[in-house]
């Protein structure tokens, strides 16, 4: 199926790996150019030529800590001729209410909330002012199955969920539209990490994250590639008659 996207612009936010660097990978298969945004600029740089050299599309990169304000401020600046933004950065650490305290809470939603409100407003103002663009923000499964160990991460999904909506709610008469997914346990060098640790928290054996799932999570484990491809279709204009939604992209209920 042709989704109608090759030569249009898309910005990544944590490009560099896991679903940002999986998302990267498919719309450059569809033929957009692409600005990858990360930390980790080597990483970035080993990317871009990887898929540069495979598709043959433009590749940025910017080395950016979206915490810092100055880098905040420099991403925000890189939205004024998006045609799509992808807001995926963030890398909230599980724990109880009890085991995390206020700054964690801080440092946690400055990258994974904050960031995605900041860019998603300097990308829907130029879009707005153009008359068209498409904003889709990676968001997580916790919104929709918040648990007593990940409280930070599902408070912040929940937060996010309603945000899509209200902005997606009055954007398309501007031409813009707004959507988010929800991904489940995807697997991911981070949430291999998340894991392990409620692994160990539960068993006292991090090696056994099958254990977890069958008692835990309920929900199997998808590959990133697989939450690229519904945040490429979303982005296209085969999607053209959604905003405002958030996807869904496991079991809600167990």
Known sequence: MDLKLAGKTVMITGGSKG???SCAWSFAAEGCGLKLVA?????????ARQIEAAHGVKVETYALDLRAPADLAQAAALCSDLDILVNNAGDIPAGS????DDPSWRHAWELKVFSYISLSRAAFVAMRDRGQGVITNVIG???ERPTFEYICGATANAGLAAFTKALGQGSLKHGVRVMGVHPP???TERIDTIQ???AKQ???DESRVEDLFRDKLATPAIDPEQVADAV??????RASQLTGIVMNLGMVNG
């Open 19 to 21: 679903i940002g660097a």
């Open 39 to 47: 930390r980790n600029g080597e990483a970035l740089q080993t990317l």
């Open 97 to 100: 209410l009890d085991r995390l």
């Open 141 to 143: 499964m916790a919104a």
């Open 185 to 187: 346990s995807t697997r």
């Open 196 to 198: 392990r640790g409620l």
């Open 202 to 204: 539960h068993y006292g």
């Open 232 to 237: 490429v279709y979303l982005s296209s204009p």
